[in-house]
């Protein structure tokens, strides 16, 4: 099956500071790569989706200068933390979906293992 | 919010007896997907229905579909202890977006 990595797996990093998360497609092309957030005992709330070469489309109530979204090619697109507070701690979760082609199976949307982001 | 609800939100069995979560959506979908989910982990695929199926099967999986009363139901037959975890239902619409349900958090017992 398709491969999603996601990098680093966990960080820890002060209040104010900005973390940069990776997500990346290891064996396919993803034109549209999808961002979710989910705090301990809960569901996967979708932040954002990106489609490769354009600006990310966030959902309502997601603050788009705070986590800035960056498709740049069709493997890795990146989630980037601004001045982290403890409130952001929560669990990052990536999903990458393949374009018109035939591995993986076109539409099929592949999950990431997820970045573990606490605030101090 | 779109967000589907399961329930239980919580289920405890022993292990070789079966589980059964529901999941309840609110739009029309294109297919519904379940999803597990392991303490800290990222999601894996377990199977998907599509809107003008009834009932998929997939090894010890179950999965059942009534869209006139949109919901759906996971069945998990003769579980072990490694089927602990937490499963989602996600729904596909017309939009393209994979909304997930609120989960149900399975622990099996030796």
């Known amino acids: 099956g398709a491969v999603v990595s996601q990098h680093p797996s966990w960080v820890i990093c002060k209040s104010g500071t900005s973390v940069k998360i990776e997500c990346r497609s290891l064996?396919?092309?993803?034109?549209?790569m999808f961002w979710y957030r989910q705090f301990p005992k809960q569901s996967l709330m979708l932040m954002a989706t990106s489609n490769e070469g354009s600006k990310a489309t966030y959902e309502q109530g997601v603050e788009k200068d705070k986590f800035l979204i960056n498709h740049a090619s069709l493997t890795l697109s990146t989630l980037t933390v601004t001045s982290a507070h403890p409130e952001d701690s929560s669990f990052y979760i990536c999903?990458?979906?393949?374009?018109?082609?035939?591995?993986?199976?076109?539409?099929?949307?592949?999950f990431g293992p997820g970045t573990r982001l606490t605030v101090l | 919010s779109q967000q589907g609800e399961e329930d239980p939100q919580a289920l405890s069995i022993q292990e070789g007896e079966n589980a059964t979560m529901n999941c309840s959506y609110k739009?029309?979908?294109?297919?519904l997907q379940w999803y597990r989910q392991n303490s800290g982990r990222g999601l894996v695929h377990l199977i998907l229905i599509r809107s003008n199926e009834r009932e998929k099967h997939s090894g010890r999986l179950r999965v059942t579909l009534d869209t006139s009363k949109k919901s759906s139901s996971l069945l998990i037959t003769a579980s072990r202890a490694a089927d602990t975890a937490s499963y989602f239902c996600?729904?596909?619409?017309?939009?393209?977006?994979?909304?997930f349900g609120t989960g149900t958090q399975l622990k099996v017992e030796l």
């Open positions: 064996d396919f092309q993803a034109t549209t």
């Open positions: 996600a729904t596909k619409g017309g939009g393209n977006k994979l909304t």
């Open positions: 999903s990458a979906r393949g374009g018109l082609v035939a591995h993986p199976p076109y539409n099929e949307q592949f």
């Open positions: 739009t029309s979908i294109n297919n």
